[in-house]
């Protein structure tokens, strides 16, 4: 269901492992509040995206994976779908992973960027896992991708050994605290914005080309 004069057009990206018992009918259910956002009445009715070259919602039942590439209009109240969304799917994942989702300034156009007008798009990294530790393992992980690539224009990767190692300290003394302060046993949220983001303002975030 469209929404009229929505401010932004809200891209959603990421592949999620599901653990092997899980069903369709399940994923169906953890995503509702995205399907319902979108006006659908079943994941199925909303799987398609609002671009034709996008893939869109898809769950491949063999792999045991699910896809998202996938646009939806809407305002800043997704965010609170996207808490929800990533609450359900730590139930249902097997591994951590990443989700990107990018907020596009529905009103800025090519006219605007080059007048070097400020759009309001945003860019967050939401973070999902069946536990904290799996949650922090793929967060250290796209860390230490990025720092290498950065590091390596300048540093032979054979060097980077000591800022790997330093980064696994900094994650080991993150989660030693996590358990000594007794929040391990609690239910780990999914977000977790910042990584890489974009933010507000700026050169504007190219979308997935496929």
Not at 7 to 13: A, G, K, N, Q, T
Not at 23 to 29: G, K, M, S, T
Not at 166 to 195: C, M, W, Y
Request: net charge negative.
């Amino acid at each position: 269901m469209a929404r009229y004069n929505a401010p932004f057009e809200i891209h959603v990206h990421g592949q999620v492992n599901l653990r092997a018992d899980v069903v369709f009918e399940q994923l169906q259910d953890a995503l509702k509040p995205m399907w319902k956002y979108a006006g659908a009445r079943s994941l199925a009715d909303a799987a398609e995206s609002s671009y034709e070259d996008e893939p869109g919602i898809k769950f491949d039942a063999h792999e045991h994976l699910l896809q998202m590439c996938w646009t939806v209009e809407g305002d800043d109240d997704f965010r609170q779908v996207l808490d929800e969304v990533c609450m359900n799917l730590n139930d249902l994942a097997q591994t951590g992973a990443a989700i990107e989702v990018t907020f596009y300034d529905a009103e800025f156009d090519d006219d605007d960027e080059a007048s070097d007008a400020q759009s309001q798009d945003d860019f967050l990294m939401l973070f999902v896992g069946p536990d904290p530790a799996a949650i922090m393992q793929v967060q250290r992980d796209l860390l230490v991708q990025d720092v290498v690539n950065i590091m390596e224009r300048h540093f032979d990767g054979a060097q980077l050994g000591g800022v790997v190692a330093e980064i696994d300290k900094l994650f080991g003394e993150r989660f030693d605290e996590l358990v000594n302060s007794l929040q391990i046993g609690k239910p780990p949220r999914g977000a977790g914005g910042g990584h890489g983001g974009a933010g507000h303002g700026g050169g504007r975030k190219p979308r997935h080309l496929h």
